[in-house]
T-cell receptor
Framework: AQSVTQLGSHVSVSEGALVLLRCNYS??????LFWYVQYPNQGLQLLLK??????LVKGINGFEAEFKKSETSFHLTKPSAHMSDAAEYFC?????????????FGTGTKLQVIP | DVKVTQSSRYLVKRTGEKVFLECVQD?????MFWYRQDPGLGLRLIYF???????EKGDIPEGYSVSREKKERFSLILESASTNQTSMYLC??????????????FGEGSWLTVV
């Protein structure tokens, strides 16, 4: 079985500061990993995904994440936070289980950006 | 762009009512999912379907059923709504089971309040 742990349900950063959202996963098979963003009252949008092609993955809106197998981590970063980055972020792990795609989401991290 | 449409954004229903949540996707995706989102719990999978008329239980299927009569449409049914089913419901879709790296595309969500 796979699982995802997101450290910190709420993270606050100042505008222009580094954003770091942490995600650790466990999986018995090589996983695919995703970061999604959810703005208030909306569904989830894909930020980026890791599919084993490269360990450093670049996504939309200046976000990137690095897959570290030894640490079972897939942390999300952005060099300089913008007010529009305020949202909830979800890490997810996807594996093939019983012939189906099974996706497990973390509990989410709400990012607050302080002007 | 993939579009997943949930027909009802906000619903208020009475305890004991039968509730239908409808979802349509326009990209010929084989997989469709229903998730429930609650604060602090992230997204939890209720049911998923990998083909027409096929369904599989997710992590929290109790109190719910689903229907998939056409490839593009996946309905979530609450046979007898209860107050503990007050939540945000998210429909999603992805390409077939050939890869667990397929992106999951989400609808905007349906806010259900049971009174």
């Amino acid at each position: 079985a796979q699982s995802v742990t997101q450290l910190g349900s709420h993270v606050s950063v100042s505008e222009g500061a580094l954003v770091l959202l942490r995600c650790n996963y466990s999986s018995s098979v090589p996983p695919y990993l995703f970061w999604y963003v959810q703005y208030p009252n909306q569904g989830l949008q894909l930020l980026l995904k890791y599919t084993s092609a490269a360990t450093l993955v670049k996504g939309i809106n200046g976000f990137e994440a690095e897959f570290k197998k030894s640490e079972t981590s897939f942390h999300l970063t952005k060099p300089s936070a913008h007010m529009s980055d305020a949202a909830e972020y979800f890490c997810a792990v996807s594996v093939r289980s019983g012939g189906y795609q099974k996706v497990t989401f973390g509990t989410g991290t709400k990012l607050q950006v302080i002007p | 762009d993939v579009k997943v449409t949930q027909s009802s954004r906000y619903l208020v229903k009475r305890t004991g009512e039968k509730v239908f949540l409808e979802c349509v996707q326009d990209m010929d995706h084989e997989n469709m999912f229903w998730y429930r989102q609650d604060p602090g719990l992230g997204l939890r999978l209720i049911y998923f379907s990998y083909d027409v008329k096929m369904k599989e239980k997710g992590d929290i299927p109790e109190g719910y059923s689903v229907s998939r009569e056409k490839k593009e449409r996946f309905s979530l049914i609450l046979e007898s709504a209860s107050t503990n089913q007050t939540s945000m419901y998210l429909c999603a879709s992805s390409l077939g089971a050939s890869s667990s790296g397929n992106t999951i595309y989400f609808g905007e969500g349906s806010w259900l309040t049971v009174v």
